[in-house]
Nanobody, 125 residues
Framework: VQLQASGGGLVQAGGSLRLSCAAS???????????MGWFRRAPGTEREFVVG????????YYADSVKGRFTISRDNAKNTLYLQMNSLKLEDTAVYYC????????????????WGQGTLVTVSS
């Protein structure tokens, strides 16, 4: 599975961005078989979990730091994952990575096997 994240950029604090993650190479399975998630790594820190979404899109789980500001969604017909980020803060500055894992259960939790290359989000004051 190959994941291509895009949509990062420079935005002022309080602004919005929408990230996308296009999946390919899911031969033998469909995108809808995969649990998806977003992670981020800020400069000088470890990678942290942001949000996960189940294969159906019906179940999500957010890190407390982004709850109420970020919204994850997916379009299984387009093999694409999204992250709508609103009310951005300086501390949201990071490289954002999308990730995937084959999943039988319709839950947003678990480990991830495939990672995208990351897209940089910079929030300025």
């Amino acid at each position: 599975v190959q994941l291509q994240a895009s949509g990062g950029g420079l935005v002022q604090a309080g602004g919005s961005l929408r990230l996308s993650c296009a999946a390919s190479g899911v031969s033998g399975r469909t995108f809808s078989h995969y649990r998806m998630g977003w992670f981020r790594r800020a400069p000088g820190t470890e990678r942290e979990f942001v949000v996960g979404i189940s294969w159906s899109g019906g179940n999500t789980y957010y890190a407390d730091s982004v709850k109420g500001r970020f919204t994850i969604s997916r379009d299984n017909a387009k093999n694409t994952l999204y992250l709508q980020m609103n009310s951005l803060k300086l501390e949201d500055t990071a490289v954002y990575y999308c990730a995937a894992a084959f999943s039988v259960g319709d839950d947003p939790f678990g480990t991830y096997d495939y990672w995208g290359q990351g897209t940089l989000v910079t929030v300025s004051s």
